[in-house]
């Protein structure tokens, strides 16, 4: 696709081997955004009702949600433009509806194109309860979403933390009206992310990574891959003061216990 000189628009270099435990989403995405593209024929054979605008991502932070967002764009070869909600909503008055113009305009001119809308509830829930700012917000993002048409190479993602909050005219049919929830990932999706998180890494031969991934019930993608992190640098601060017991320049299962320890996950 053509790459437009702008510090919104990126092309992800997210694969879905990067990625544990969501194939059920991956599908999901997958016929909703690539399928269209690649048989816009069929799906008007099929009455065209299939066909989407914009879906709504939700689930508990740090699970993934901007990576399958950038996933899909890497693996369908799109352009992405990514925006956060909050970004938006701390703009001076006028600025944020004509940002939100912005972004449409250079999406159309890039497509195909990913928009990819984050903490979309920051926006949603100001209209009508807090200033008239999040009204506008809402109303310019709906009529830029109401003349993008279903096939027109535009796709818009939004994600959230936060469904509860959300401005109801937001998840209309025509808006964001698919809806995908990404939960906390279980044991064998920890353990992968684990997997994941650790295959740069020096692994010492004691490493086990069930075990790891039946001691992090409740944590999220984004609290392993932290934990990963500090145990890595636990190995690494040990060897380089020389206080290694075996020598050796790696990560062991003490070090996920110390990082464990001291790791308390917050989701
Ligand atoms: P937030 O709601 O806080 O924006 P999010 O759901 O968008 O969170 P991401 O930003 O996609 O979460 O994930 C944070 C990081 O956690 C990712 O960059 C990735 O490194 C790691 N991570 C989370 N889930 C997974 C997973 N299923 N597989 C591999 N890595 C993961």
């Not at 200033?131 to 535009?154: F, H, P, Y």
């Not at 004691?206 to 993608?221: F, K, N």
Request: contains cysteine; neutral net charge; proline residues 4%.
């Amino acid at each position: 696709p053509t790459v437009l000189k702008d510090h919104m628009l990126e092309v992800p270099k997210v694969r879905w081997t990067d990625i544990a435990g969501l194939d059920d989403v991956r599908e999901h995405l997958e016929a909703m955004v690539i399928r269209p593209i690649k048989y816009p024929e069929l799906e008007m054979k099929f009455g065209g009702t299939l066909l989407r605008k914009g879906l709504l991502m939700y689930g508990p932070p740090g699970c993934a949600k901007t990576l399958m967002a950038q996933a899909i764009a890497t693996e369908s070869n799109q352009n992405f433009l990514a925006v956060k909600g909050s970004e938006l909503v701390q703009m001076y008055v006028g600025e944020s509806e004509r940002a939100i113009r912005n972004i449409f305009r250079r999406a159309r001119a890039a497509r195909p194109c990913i928009i990819f809308f984050d903490e979309i509830d920051s926006i949603g829930k100001s209209r009508g309860k807090t200033q008239d700012s999040g009204l506008n917000i809402v109303t310019t993002l709906l009529n830029e979403m109401d003349g993008i048409e279903a096939l027109k190479q535009v796709f818009i993602i939004a994600a959230t933390n936060r469904p509860d909050i959300l401005d109801s005219a937001l998840i209309r049919p025509g808006r964001f009206d698919a809806h995908i929830h990404i939960g906390l990932p279980n044991q064998d999706a920890r353990k992968q992310i684990f997997q994941i998180h650790t295959r740069k890494m020096p692994l010492a031969a004691d490493i086990d990574l069930t075990v790891l991934a039946s001691r992090t019930e409740g944590s999220s993608g984004a609290d392993i891959k932290g934990l990963c992190a500090i145990a890595a640098d636990m190995a690494l601060t040990e060897y380089t003061q020389h206080m290694t017991e075996s020598g050796a320049a790696e990560v062991r299962m003490a070090h996920f216990e110390r990082a464990l320890n001291k790791h308390v996950p917050h989701t």
